[in-house]
């Protein structure tokens, strides 16, 4: 199976600051799916951000944008001019394209805190 | 737009006791997942249904049944619960397509005592 490692158990950062999410995983796939989520204290799993890993090009939604680095099998996301509401859990997630049940594989989640 | 609905929100059990927790989405997919949450280990796949008809174990099924009738049901039964069966559990669907993402419901936090 997939492994998705996220190193950062916690991380913080200022208010307006910027903030890099690191998420490594290991395959031997070609054709696969890279997916940040996050979990604020609602509980609630929202997803922040896709990306295919055939396109070379960085997947940016809004102020969200991630660094994939195919050969190093790195997927970090970036969260710029950080917001009280960006405080959550942040999950990296790694789908298949040709297991059974196309399944998602999730690292541990980072924990990140904005500071006022 | 209902998306993925899981009942109960909350439950406390009973050590031995069964419950059968709910989840049903609206959004016509095929591909329906159950995952436990605990502290500090990510989301672990319990069971998974790639359509109607058919499941399949996840990575800790033990304690676990699933039964899939129709698209939109999926529920999930606890049968004598154990306290290492105190979680969050999420309910979880998808299109079968590589680059559909999971749509979760939003969890039931179940106590064991």
């Known amino acids: 199976a997939q492994t998705v490692t996220q190193s950062q158990p916690e991380m913080s950062v200022q208010e307006a600051e910027t903030v890099t999410l690191s998420c490594t995983y290991d395959?031997?796939?070609?054709?696969?799916?890279l997916f940040w989520y996050k979990q604020p204290p609602s509980r609630q799993m929202i997803l922040v951000i896709r990306?295919?890993?055939?396109?070379?090009q960085n997947a940016t939604e809004n102020r969200f944008s991630v660094n994939f680095q195919k050969a190093a099998k790195s997927f970090s996301l970036k969260i710029s001019d950080s917001q009280l509401g960006d405080a959550a859990m942040y999950f990296c997630?790694?789908?298949?394209?040709?297991?059974?049940?196309?399944?998602?594989?999730f690292g541990t989640g980072t924990s990140l805190t904005v500071i006022p | 737009n209902a998306g993925v609905t899981q009942t109960p929100k909350f439950r406390i059990l009973k050590i031995g006791q069964s419950m059968t927790l709910q989840c049903a989405q609206d959004?016509?997919?095929?591909?329906m997942y159950w995952y436990r949450q605990d502290p500090g280990m990510g989301l672990k796949l319990i069971y998974y249904?790639?359509?109607?008809?058919?499941?399949d174990k996840g990575e800790v099924p033990n304690g676990y049944n699933v039964s899939r009738s129709t698209t939109e049901d999926f529920p999930l039964r606890l049968e004598l619960a154990a306290p290492s069966q105190t979680s969050v559990y999420f309910c979880?669907?998808?299109?079968?397509?590589?680059?559909?993402?999971?749509?979760f419901g939003n969890g039931t936090r179940l106590t064991v005592t």
């Open positions: 249904s790639v359509g109607a008809g058919i499941t």
């Open positions: 990306q295919e890993a055939y396109k070379q």
């Open positions: 979880a669907s998808s299109h079968g397509q590589i680059n559909s993402p999971l749509h």
């Open positions: 997630a790694y789908r298949s394209a040709i297991n059974t049940g196309n399944q998602f594989y």
């Open positions: 959004m016509n997919h095929n591909y």
């Open positions: 395959t031997s796939e070609s054709d696969y799916y």
